[in-house]
């Protein structure tokens, strides 16, 4: 299955989507529709009372059935918490409906896809450089950790500001991401991914690792370089083949002004064969730090001229919400209108326990909101501690593995010095063997020629140095190996440490959640009471002349927090418990 970029929602989808306004999980309310993908339909959404706006997915009506798919969608969440980057989004929630729809929630994030930039044209190589090494960066705390994306492409590749910073990389969909050795993925031969950035491996239906990722760069990188794709086609099958057995062309056979050395590292990263690649994320990004510092000082990310005037202005932030204090001011003005109505006191039975319920319902509901709050912050706090140890293992875990990475390479180095003077000592053994035999058939024969007797010892001389050469290598490339197999000890350990703590964190927090769902719920009920009555109330005293300033105090009050575009007046006027 191809797993498609999040594609932006047409102008009108938040119009006709029936979703918009409902509540997800007793705790979520969507507000517009952003985008769709292969997996999922994603909105905006906003925690019900606490301001928190998110991205929600809700995987696709059609594939609800399709449990591979669910459990796919489960392990989006997981993969990417396990990893917690910088430049990684955010996961925050994930769970299941009581409809049974599973629901992703995530860092709500504006930014522009490296597509839509390289839909443009090449891009600078400083600007190129520093995009690559911030996703180079996120892929080897990844692959450290088990996690493999398998579906990088541009579309996946959000550039937002963080800090002031442009071209601030955040990866997303980690939706076929695979840890390592989890034998629930698919079925053995199937091919996943996108083909434009598919590996040769891939392509041919194998397991995709992290070299398939580090290839998946490469095609971005020379798509920075050149402007377009290095394999292109109409048909699937087609650009499979080509990247089983198709040589790139070089960049600069496309333009001449891309910059050679990332050419070479574009091309390495473009190898089939895997061992012809970088060793691993860490070599890579070895290699771009230190192309980094041969570019010029100017940021990658402060751009120039007709780069900078076209980048597209940050999107608005979504609505804020008066939360459910609004209630009480609305509950105030009602009881306004009921004391001028009916100045006599010979208030309707119906609209003076409407008005009863209405301002007990305020409170109640402002009661609420606090106790959902405040186990919310204790969640947050959780979520925090658990990011922050889960950050903390990571770095260690990326320490060990840059460690591990640069003790591999020198390791291999030394084995092909192994390599090399073992072939020198087995030339020189045969040439001592020779010369030995020489100087035996010669003192048979009782020829005393000294030249014989000193190629003899010289020959062997020469042997000897070498079996001491290979010896020495021999036990430096064996304490590399000792020493990485150490540090990869180390690794797993850590890596056993995250995983328990992730299971164990990841069980307080359902439980936690749980809980907020439940008060949750009952704010909702809350909503619809008070919508109901307030509604009630606003048909039976709109049209009093002496209430009509009031009645449009209330309801310019509910137009500022709409309840959705197509919501009437009256459906708007009672506001939402802490979202709009």
Not at 416 to 438: F, H, I, N, S, Y
Not at 456 to 468: H, L, N, S, T, V
Request: charged share 30%.
């Amino acid at each position: 299955m191809e797993q498609r970029a999040i594609r932006p929602a047409g102008p009108k989808a938040s119009t006709v989507d029936p979703m918009i306004g409902k509540v997800v999980a007793g705790r979520y309310r969507l507000e517009a529709r952003v985008g769709e993908g292969g997996m999922g339909v994603v909105y905006r959404a906003r925690h019900v009372l606490i301001e928190r706006v998110v991205a929600l997915k809700l995987i696709r009506p059609d594939l609800r059935g399709e449990t591979h798919l669910r459990a796919w969608m489960l392990r989006e969440a997981r993969a990417a918490n396990r990893v917690d980057h910088a430049h990684i989004i955010d996961i925050h929630d994930i769970g299941e409906t009581e409809e049974g729809e599973l629901y992703l929630v995530m860092e709500f994030l504006v930014g522009t896809p490296l597509s839509a930039e390289l839909a443009r044209g090449p891009t600078p190589i400083a600007r190129a450089v520093d995009i690559l090494e911030q996703m180079c960066a996120a892929l080897a705390r990844a692959h450290d950790l088990g996690v493999v994306h398998r579906d990088l492409k541009s579309d996946n590749i959000l550039l937002t500001q963080r800090g002031g910073r442009k071209d601030f990389v955040k990866i997303l969909d980690f939706g076929l991401a695979a840890i390592a050795r989890d034998p629930r993925l698919a079925p053995k031969g199937a091919v996943f991914g996108t083909p434009e950035y598919m590996s040769p491996e891939q392509a041919r239906g194998e397991e995709a690792g992290p070299q398939s990722d580090l290839y998946a760069l490469g095609v971005l990188f020379f798509e920075m370089l050149t402007g377009q794709l290095p394999f292109r086609s109409n048909d699937r099958d087609t650009l499979l083949e080509m990247q089983r057995t198709h040589l790139p062309p070089r960049p600069r056979s496309i333009r001449p002004e891309a910059h050679a050395q990332g050419e070479l590292i574009c091309l390495r990263l473009l190898e089939k064969d895997v061992r012809k690649r970088y060793r691993d994320a860490h070599h890579l990004q070895e290699e771009l730090k230190a192309m980094q510092r041969s570019l010029p000082t100017q940021a990658a990310w402060e751009l120039e001229g007709a780069d900078a005037m076209a980048m597209p202005p940050p999107a608005p932030p979504p609505p804020q919400s008066p939360g459910v204090i609004e209630w009480a001011s609305r509950a105030a003005l009602f009881a306004r209108m009921v004391s001028r109505a009916y100045p006599s006191g010979q208030t309707p039975p119906e609209v003076q326990t409407g008005l009863t319920q209405i301002w007990d319902l305020a409170q109640r509901a402002n009661r609420l909101e606090g106790e959902v709050a405040s186990l919310t912050r204790k969640l947050d706090a959780l979520e925090r501690r658990g990011r922050a140890l889960r950050a903390e293992i990571g770095r260690k875990v990326e320490e060990l593995a840059h460690e591990e990475s640069r003790v591999m390479r020198e390791a291999a180095v030394d084995a092909e010095d192994v390599d090399k003077v073992r072939g020198e000592l087995a030339g020189a053994e045969k040439q001592a063997l020779t010369a030995r035999q020489l100087a035996d058939a010669a003192a048979r024969q009782g020829t005393h020629d000294p030249m014989v007797y000193e190629r003899a010892g010289a020959a062997g001389a020469i042997a000897q140095a070498k079996r001491e050469q290979l010896g020495r290598y021999e036990q430096k490339k064996n304490m590399r190996e000792a020493t990485a197999r150490d540090l990869r000890r180390q690794i797993e350990e850590l890596r056993a440490q995250l995983a328990r703590y992730a299971e164990a964190l990841e069980e307080d927090l359902a439980q936690g959640r749980e809980r907020v769902a439940v008060r949750t719920r009952e704010g909702v009920q809350f909503e619809r009471s008070f919508t109901e009555i307030s509604n009630m109330l606003l048909g039976q005293l709109r049209n009093r002349p002496e209430c009509r300033d009031l009645v449009n105090e209330l309801l310019a009050s509910s137009n500022s927090v709409p309840n959705g575009e197509n919501a009437t007046a009256e459906q708007r006027l009672s506001g939402r418990l802490g979202a709009p």
